[in-house]
């Protein structure tokens, strides 16, 4: 499995540009981990209603070539990856303590903020979706009242 992770960072996010981002990218392999982690999240959102649908497809295709800079050919072969990785998980704690341990308290929102927006990609907010989204706000050690805003951002721009 980890094989397989490590072929495709090196097939599809290996760097072609100057040798020092090469330098910098080889110092920071924790990033791809981070993807793989956050990918994992919201496809566990995505499958929280047991339907999966195109539009949540769509959405996190998009997290990922903005957030993370990963082109859509690659996009699509890390959301493989990440829903191998989800489904042999025994539970959602090693993609959030990676995150918590990574990521600030603004980079957490904004991750709680696109998380929000799946969840209202289809329209609707389904009853193991909230509860997953409070369980995941919990372990990202996100505030509540920071949690509300962002469900509010996400709302608002679902309309």
Known sequence: ??????????????????PAEAAEQAATPGRDRLAIAACALLLELAH????????EACHIEEVLTRHFAVPLDAARELMKL?????????????????????????QRM???????????????????????????SNLLQLRPGYLAEARKRAVEAAD
């Open 110 to 136: 904004v991750l709680a903020e696109v998380m929000w927006r799946l969840v209202y990609s289809d329209g609707e907010l389904a009853k193991h979706e909230e509860y997953l989204m409070r369980r995941l």
């Open 48 to 55: 929280a209603d047991e339907e999966f649908t195109e539009d």
């Open 1 to 18: 499995m980890l094989e397989s992770i490590r072929k495709f960072f090196e097939q599809n996010l290996s760097p072609v540009a100057e």
């Open 82 to 106: 990440a829903d191998e990785e989800r489904r042999q998980a025994v539970d959602l704690y090693q993609f959030t303590s990676l995150i918590t341990s990574s990521y600030d308290e603004g």
